[in-house]
């Protein structure tokens, strides 16, 4: 009975202590991330811990494994915040769930930084695009008044009517009779 006993007990600490003894270490594809991890390629890091937590859904490492990726690696700070708050869904009473909510707080803060940041950038190019506008709007116009000046200069001009000449050979004048002169 007593072994029974130390035995439960034994069972539950490990049970709540947040650090499983599910063998998540000892998991294949959960080893496998990790190496990838170690190696720098944390996109396949975080492709192998999304396919270890299908098969282990109630994985608290595997969720704090996997936001650590996220937050520090891939900065994908919305996809921490899952994980780390799926974790502490998982095993809130777990010996690193101050840790983990450390990271939750940290990575929230990053995220809205960053956002402020991105939201600033966005107002400034918002501000350039209008300026750009204006530039191209003015531009138009003069490009339009070039046009209009350039199409009018190319008219040809309308010539007044051109004044009679004389032609250079004289014209047969109509004979007058000649006078006889009786000298009046």
């Known amino acids: 009975m007593k072994f029974l006993t130390l035995s439960l007990a ?14 998540d270490e000892t998991n294949p594809r959960y080893r ?6 170690d190696s ?12 270890f937590l299908g098969s282990h859904p109630d994985s608290a490492q595997g969720c704090v494994a996997l936001g650590n ?4 690696y891939l900065k994908d700070y919305p996809a921490a915040v899952h994980y780390y708050q799926e974790a502490l869904r998982l095993d809130p009473g777990a010996s690193n769930s101050d840790t983990v909510r450390s990271y939750l707080a ?5 995220f809205t930084e ?26 138009k116009r003069t490009m339009f008044t070039m046009q209009q ?9 309308a010539r007044p009517a051109a004044p009679a000449t004389r032609s250079a050979t004289p014209a047969a004048r109509p004979a007058t009779p000649a006078r006889s002169g009786s000298g009046r």
């Open 10 to 23: 034994f069972c539950m600490m490990f049970a709540f202590a947040g650090c499983s003894d599910r063998g």
């Open 32 to 37: 496998k991330a990790m190496e990838l991890r």
């Open 40 to 51: 720098g390629d944390y996109p396949g890091a975080a492709r192998e811990l999304r396919r």
């Open 69 to 72: 990726l996220y937050s520090e």
């Open 106 to 110: 940290s990575v929230r803060k990053t």
């Open 114 to 139: 960053e956002a402020l940041r991105e939201s600033a950038e966005l107002r400034r190019l918002t501000e350039e695009i209008e300026q750009f506008r204006d530039v191209n709007t003015r531009l």
């Open 149 to 157: 000046r350039y199409e009018a200069a190319a008219r040809p001009a």
